[in-house]
Structures are given as structure tokens and as C-alpha cells.
């Protein structure tokens, strides 16, 4: 199988130590399968179909761009949405007593609705504005879709869920601060690898959701369904609301210029719907682990699409 054959060769030369991937349609899975491992350090596990991965930024569009849509005004969000605020793309804001009041503070970079700059704290913005987040989660999405998917997974689901970072080296040189490094110490591993969703108590609406394949693509099976949300909804939010900007986003997703929709987390995940094909297609890799180095998961995304649509 041409994408098995790809990812071993990426496992082998080290761009991640395991990956999961689920591909199908609107109608449900097609193919699916685990290579390589969930744990390298300090122990090894393998990679299952039921091995759960840390989403990262999926949690983005995945869910609070879901309950976003459901619960609040569109037009008073949508500079959120689209990433033209005008807040600059991060800040350690676990380093200041109050996020929306540091965000409100230092956020602002340029003047909204000039530019895209893809920034977690507009999601952070939204998820202020959404009270008992993580119990909306479930009982909007993960009951409703029959998954089981979660925010803070309880200790006992740590063998079943893939490591990432040994501490949070990649966020201290990012911030310039080498301090940062010394709040987290030791494998991070069954806790939300981003330092802003950690500090908040385990999601900032920008991370923290803890899904298997299968139920990243029944998320994005119901948006292609438009199950969780009118029909005319979706539709606004996957079509292109940046036209003649630097970048082409919807309400939540980064959109193609061949019509897809999805988006990527840095832990190396991703989620890609091509609703011309009928194709959803869905990639978790822990390629932070052991460490965050710079690795080429663009390349091999797009590989790995190229590989599912050539198999459609």
C-alpha cells in the first residue's frame, strides 16, 4: 500500500516516531491503519487505531469554531475566525496573572482586517466567550457524534495516548525566555503539549482535544454532512472570507485554492475535506517527540494527500 509504504519511510528516516491516518467519504471510513509507535522515551509503545493523539490546533476548528458557530454572533466573531483581528500570532500568556487582559494589552499588532496572521489568541477570545467549554464540548459534540474524545484525559488513558515534547523546550526559545523551560519539566505525556492551554487548565480553545483518528474523522464527517450545524453555515465557513489577502481562510478553517477546507496542529496533525471528491482524510502524527525540531511535515502532508486522492 503506497501510503503505508510513505509513512514507514518517514518513521524510518525519523520525521516522527508513529503516525495513525483514517481516509474515507462523507458516508464513513475507507481505509485506516497504525504505524510505528505512540512512545519512543522512555519506554516504547506501538501505535494502534485506538492510540489517542494530542490534537494540537485541530481543537480550532474541530471544536471551538463548532460551538463558536452554534452559539455566538457570526459577524461579531468573524474577525476571530478569519485571522484578521489584528492580534499577533502568540504570546506566552501564561506568564502574565490574566490572559484576556494581556491579549487585550499587548495583543494588537496591525490594523484589523489588513492581513491574515494565523494567531491562537483569537481562539483564546473565543473560548473566553464560551462558559463550561469543555462540558459544551460534550454534549454538543462528542455525545451527539457518539465519540470519545476528551480535554485533561485521566490517568489511567496514559499508555493509550502518544507522547510528545520532553518538556517545553520549543515554547522557551520561541518566547525568549530560557525560564519557560523549568515549568515543565520531564515527558509530556498525557497532558496538552501547549504551554497557554496547560497553564489555563488544560485547553485555551486553541488546543487541548485528545482524539483517536476515528473520532477527528467523525468530526469532520459531521461538518461534511453538515450535522452539527446548518447546511448554510457550513457552507459560509468553508468558502474562502479572506479573497485579495495574503492568505485564503473561512470561518476556522484554512481553505485551498482547489476548494478543500481543513487544517494542522503542530504536534503534526491534520484534517483535510475535499468536498468535490467527497474525500475526508485525517493524519496524527507525534512528530514533537521527543523533541520539537524543524522536519518537513508540509511535504509530507501534502504527499500524504496526493497518495489518498490518487487512491479515491
Known amino acids: 500500500m503506497l501510503i503505508d509504504d510513505f509513512l514507514r519511510r518517514e518513521i524510518e528516516v525519523g520525521s516522527f516516531p508513529g503516525a495513525v491516518y483514517a481516509i474515507g467519504s462523507s458516508r464513513g471510513i475507507e ?5 510505528g509507535h505512540a512512545v519512543t522515551v522512555p519506554l516504547r509503545i506501538p501505535a494502534t487505531l485506538d492510540t489517542i493523539y494530542d490534537c494540537a490546533s485541530l481543537t480550532k476548528p474541530l471544536i471551538t469554531t463548532t460551538l463558536a458557530l452554534q452559539m455566538l454572533d457570526i459577524d461579531a466573531i468573524r474577525p476571530l475566525l478569519t485571522h484578521t483581528s489584528g492580534l499577533r500570532a502568540w504570546m506566552p500568556l501564561y506568564l502574565y496573572p490574566d490572559y484576556i487582559a494581556a491579549i487585550r494589552e499587548h495583543g494588537p499588532e496591525y490594523e484589523p482586517g489588513t492581513r491574515v496572521v494565523y494567531s491562537d489568541l483569537n481562539y483564546v477570545l473565543l473560548w473566553s466567550m464560551l462558559p463550561d467549554y469543555v462540558s459544551l464540548a460534550r454534549s454538543r459534540i462528542f455525545e451527539p457524534l457518539g465519540i470519545e474524545a476528551t480535554f485533561n484525559p485521566p490517568a489511567s488513558l496514559r499508555p493509550q495516548i502518544a507522547a510528545t515534547e520532553w518538556g517545553q523546550r520549543f515554547e522557551a526559545r520561541l518566547a525568549g525566555h530560557p525560564e519557560i523551560a523549568s515549568k515543565r519539566d520531564g515527558l509530556i505525556w498525557g497532558e496538552v ?33 453538515a450535522e452539527l450545524l446548518p447546511r448554510p453555515i457550513v457552507s459560509e465557513a468553508t468558502r474562502n472570507q479572506t479573497a485579495g489577502l495574503n492568505d485564503s481562510r473561512g470561518l476556522g478553517w484554512l481553505i485551498s485554492p482547489t476548494g478543500m477546507y481543513g487544517h494542522t496542529g503542530f504536534t ?36 500524504f494527500h496526493r497518495l489518498a486522492l490518487q487512491s479515491a
Open 268 to 303: 503534526g496533525t491534520s484534517v483535510w475535506i475535499d468536498p468535490e471528491r467527497d474525500k475526508i482524510m485525517v493524519l496524527l502524527t507525534n512528530r514533537v517527540h521527543p523533541c520539537a525540531v524543524a522536519n518537513s511535515m508540509q511535504r509530507i502532508r501534502r504527499e
Open 31 to 35: 481505509r485506516e491503519n497504525a504505524l
Open 193 to 225: 503539549h501547549d504551554g497557554n492551554s496547560y497553564f489555563a487548565g488544560g485547553t485555551a480553545g486553541n488546543a487541548g482535544l485528545f482524539a483517536t483518528a476515528r473520532a477527528v474523522f467523525r468530526i469532520a464527517q459531521a461538518w461534511a454532512n
